[in-house]
């Protein structure tokens, strides 16, 4: 058996000030949430393009449905690469989940029919899926504790940066006098593969999480990366490093059996088990259902031309991340509780009024988009939130998995079909009938924030070992 080990490992990173070091976490982890947001954004935006006979001739339930394939290899791919993510370490996966990733959006660029589409969006969502489990593991164990809500929420907001780069872009890819109009959407999804090999430069410079390393039985390394970090900060900075305050007694493992892992998250946590599953569907659901179908309800409501809905994303994305920018702050300072709970009450009472405005036709295209807009303010906080709040509160040994597996239940619960349906209900021409899925959605947030406030977790400012001790930790 191995003997007990002291190590000061994750006080020695949560002392450390804010330096560069940490800016390049945040860019060259967070820029992959970026060209997902353009490349997701140009599908959501084209899907009225990919209606018309010259291109694919996709009718409204397949473009709903192309979204949910899209949808199911990111549930699959969250669970095997987390799973893996926790045995083999951050660094590895964050570059094969990007490779893979890069794979299909390229493919996708290439499709011929529907099948072919439906196909290469799975692969791109596996490797999406892979990817939200090593990137939010891995920043959250390098960034300090005092930033680490700040930080998780406006890296996957950032999200929404490429979102608003991709509805700009729509305005020349989609213009028939620049494009033909089964030219323009392959050249979007082609160059939002070629600037991913640039994300994929910047992260050989991103070491392997120190905590990792030193709780898997790697101790030399992981005081070889923490010393190089330290010096790095220091010569940024000029500050003068404290002496850590605490330390943690553990017994080194490589890996815990499957058994261990699940009644750790369904016995012993069994309250946060919950917590993050509520959390996850219910924003999933509400993302998923207006995102992927927000040019559907352009073209057919309010007859905006297919090849100007990308305009009316613009305002949307700025306010998605615009939310998470002003608000993550004090989900550091005023708490888990009262800003997860309150963005996801805010974010619900607004889509109700939006939603009763849309049913009476009381909205124009522009009014509908600010709307949407206002509403994401907080919901694009509140989503943010979720994915915060299950990389967080988990032991270190099974964070990735715990990630994948709650993005996986909660997203094949209220993600999956969600596209499908509204693309359904709006398929049918009946406003009542969509506001009917707008009030559901509502719904399922009002439930995730009293779920919130009945187990949230206190974990601001705290470090992780803290917040959930570690498996492998001794009394």
């Not at 330096?19 to 860019?27: E, N």
């Not at 780069?165 to 959407?185: Q, Y």
């Not at 702050?329 to 889509?351: E, K, N, P, V």
């Not at 600010?370 to 919901?379: C, E, R």
Request: glycine share 10%; proline share 4%; with cysteine.
């Amino acid at each position: 058996m191995n003997e007990p080990i002291r190590t000061d490992i994750p006080a020695r990173l949560d002392r450390l000030p804010w330096s560069r070091f940490h800016w390049l976490v945040v860019l060259a982890l967070g820029a992959s949430w970026a060209i997902d947001g353009l490349e997701v954004t140009l599908k959501g935006a084209v899907s009225g393009v990919l209606q018309d006979p010259q291109t694919l001739h996709l009718t409204s339930a397949q473009i709903g449905a192309v979204a949910s394939f899209y949808l199911l290899g990111a549930v699959v791919g969250a669970l095997i690469c987390g799973w893996l993510t926790d045995r083999h370490g951050r660094t590895k996966l964050f570059f094969a989940t990007l490779a893979v990733y890069l794979f299909g959006t390229l493919l996708t660029a290439f499709s011929w029919n529907f099948a072919s589409m439906a196909a290469f969006r799975w692969i791109t969502g596996f490797g999406i899926g892979g990817e939200y489990a090593a990137i939010n593991s891995a920043i959250d164990e390098l960034v300090p504790a005092r930033y680490r809500g700040q930080v998780n929420l406006i890296v996957n907001g950032s999200f929404w940066i490429g979102a608003a780069v991709g509805s700009g872009a729509t305005i020349v890819l989609l213009d028939p006098g620049i494009f033909p109009v089964d030219l323009g959407w392959r050249v979007g999804f082609g160059a939002g593969a070629l600037l991913g090999f640039v994300v994929l430069a910047l992260r050989r410079h991103i070491p392997e999480s120190p905590r990792w390393l030193s709780l898997h039985g790697y101790g030399e390394r992981a005081e070889s990366v923490v010393a190089d970090i330290e010096a790095r900060v220091v010569r940024a900075t000029g500050v003068r490093l404290q002496a850590p305050e605490e330390s943690l007694v553990f017994r080194p493992r490589r890996s815990f059996g499957l058994g261990t892992i699940l009644r750790t998250m369904f016995k012993r946590y069994r309250s946060r088990s919950v917590l993050g599953f509520v959390l996850i569907a219910s924003q999933a659901f509400l993302y998923n259902a207006i995102f992927f179908t927000y040019a559907l309800v352009l073209t057919r409501f309010y007859d905006v031309p297919a090849r100007e809905t990308g305009l009316y994303l613009l305002p949307f994305a700025i306010g998605n991340f615009l939310g998470p920018l002003l608000l993550g702050r004090y989900f550091d300072s005023h708490g888990r509780r009262a800003m997860i709970s309150g963005t996801y009450a805010a974010s619900a009472s607004l889509l109700l009024a939006t939603g009763a405005l849309f049913a009476g036709d009381l909205l124009s295209a522009l009014g509908q988009t600010l709307m949407w807009s206002v509403i994401f303010f907080f919901a694009s906080a509140a989503a943010s939130s979720a994915y915060l709040t299950v990389s967080e509160i988990f032991p270190f040994e099974m964070r990735a998995l715990a990630i994948a597996v709650f993005y996986s239940l909660g997203t094949a619960a209220g993600g999956v079909v969600a596209p499908w349906f509204f693309g359904v209900l709006i398929g049918t021409g009946s406003r009542a009938n969509v506001f009917f899925g707008y009030a559901f959605g509502a719904a399922l947030m009002l439930v995730a924030a009293a779920v919130e406030l009945r187990f949230g977790v206190k974990a601001e400012r705290m470090p992780l070992e803290r917040v959930a001790k570690p498996l492998a930790a001794e009394d």
